[in-house]
Each structure stands twice: as structure tokens, then as C-alpha cells.
């Protein structure tokens, strides 16, 4: 098993985005430098999607002219189609993520669109991308369950897997949107596509306290890629009852228990996560 994990902090992206109450630009930058100073290598930062379907990413050319830079750190954000990529390159974020779904459902209540217009959505945003030598990461949601059609089939996750891969997508992130996934869910979904070959990330929203146990079932699947957010912050504005991210305090302390090294720093992280959850009202 792997001795090295790398945790790609969600909390000013995914922690935020569907946070009610208007969180002030200064703040999110002040977040993002909290994290910064943590050992974290990847955090995404915003969104670049349309404000009205998600108010609270409204400010993402802001928050990124904002923040200080850690030479170390990549700084992404998230793009649905060429006119986020444009905003996040005018923006100079490292790197993209585009996301899909593996469930045609959670597909058109999230991007108003099928999972085969998604994908061809994203063909001009990866070759953009290539053409301006940026890092895109891809998302696929609803790996075993979605709030709209139920069950989801690990084939189609698969499916959608390598139609990233083949986009040119550097790493796929697998997206437990719920936060319903048990370890025997996503075993037999990675049972269908860790044979792709597809580098693969992990990224479990924690609805009903499993995401750990999940990620043991990844690690032992070779994944080394986890997405997390400080303080458990997190859920989507269309996946309805889905809880945060699994918490990086949590993933950090139960990595380094199984030997398995984050480069993070405890005592910073701690700071981040006490000042993200002062902005959230408190939520743990
Ligand atoms: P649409 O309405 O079908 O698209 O939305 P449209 O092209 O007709 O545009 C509608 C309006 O949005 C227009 O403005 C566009 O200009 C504007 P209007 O003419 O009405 O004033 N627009 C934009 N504005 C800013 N930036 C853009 C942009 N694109 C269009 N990039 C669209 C389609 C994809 C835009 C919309 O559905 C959308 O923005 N969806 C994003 C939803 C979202 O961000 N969800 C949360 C992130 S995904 C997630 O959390 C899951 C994940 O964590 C993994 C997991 O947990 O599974 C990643
Ligand atoms: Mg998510």
C-alpha cells in the first residue's frame, strides 16, 4: 500500500458553495492563505460557473487575485464550459477540474444538460487547456448512488471515467455526492474501474460517517488521492441532503495512524479549520 497520500483540499470550494449566508471575499482569501501555510499541495479555490445557479461563487476572480501565493501549492478551480476556463485563466489559476456525473439525473439538475452533452462540453475546455499547458482534473459524481435515479451502475461510472481519461483529464476524481457510499459500494464500483488504469482520486462527502471507512477501501484499491475539507465543510446545492466533505483533520489523523505520510502540518491545519468553521456558523 501506498506511504504517501496527497489530500486536495475542497473547503473554499466545495465547503463553501453552498453555504446560505454571503461569505465576505476577504475571508475566503483568508482561508485560502490558512491552508496555504499548512503543507497542503493542492487546494481548489473557486468556481467559474454561472452565478446563478451558484450565488456564492460569484467572487472567484476576486478570491484568486487575492490570495497569496505558496510556490508549492497549485490553486484550482472548477470550470463547466469554455467560459469558465476563460474566467479561470484570466484568473490564473493552476490548474481546471471539469465535472461530470455518472448519473444522467444529478447531470441535468447540476449542469442543465446529459452526460454526453456534458462531455462534449468539455472537449474545447481540455484542448484549450492543452493549448495553454494547464492541468485539467475531472470529476465524475454520483459513483454509487445519486438523489435522482437511485443506484447508480458501476458500468456507467466507468464509462465516464475513461471519457475523461480520453479527454485528457490528468486524474479523475470520484465523487461519492451523497455521502451514501459504504465500503461494499465503492469496492464494486472499483472493481470497474481501477482496471481502466485511469489515475483516480477519492472524494466522499460524509452524510452518514462512513467517508473513512471509504477511503481505507480506496487505499487498498492503489488510490493516493483524497479530497477533503477542513472542518467538514461542504455539500452540493443539487445533490438535496448531501452532507460535507469527509473532514481533512480526520483523513490526516487516520492516514498517519495507518503509516501513510500527508506532508501536512497538524497544528496549522487546526487554525484553518477553526477559522473555516467560524465562518460556516460553527459547523464540525
Ligand atoms: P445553463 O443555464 O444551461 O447555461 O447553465 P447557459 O449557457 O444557458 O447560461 C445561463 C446563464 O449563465 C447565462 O447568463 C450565461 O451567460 C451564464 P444570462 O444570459 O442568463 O445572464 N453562464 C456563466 N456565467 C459565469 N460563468 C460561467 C457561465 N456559463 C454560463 N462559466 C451551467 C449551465 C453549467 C452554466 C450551470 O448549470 C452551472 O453553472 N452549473 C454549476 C453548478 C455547480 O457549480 N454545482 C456545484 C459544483 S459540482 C459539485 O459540487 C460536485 C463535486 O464536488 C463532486 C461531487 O461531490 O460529486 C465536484
Ligand atoms: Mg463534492
Redesign the pocket.
Known sequence: MTRHATIFE?APR?GL?NEKAVIATRDKIRLVDLLSQTGLRKIEVA????????PQ?ADATAVLAGITRNPGVSYAA????M??FE?AITAHADEI?V?ASASEGFSQA????SIDESLARFAPVLAAARAASIPVRG?V??VTDCPYDGPTPPADVARVVQALADLGCYEV?L???LGHATPQTISTMLDAVVPLGVPLAG?F?DTRGRALENIAVALENGISVFDASVGGLGG????PGAAGNVTTEAVVDMLEARGVETGINRAALARAADFACSLVGGKT
Request: glycine letters at 8%; one cysteine or more; proline letters at 8%.
Open positions: 475542497m466545495d458553495q468556481s467559474f460557473v454561472s452565478p446563478k445557479w451558484v461563487m472548477l470550470t463547466p464550459n467560459r469558465g474566467g477540474a465535472f447540476n449542469i442543465n444538460c470529476y459524481s454520483c476524481s465523487g461519492d455526492t472524494h462527502h452540493c446545492p443539487y445533490a
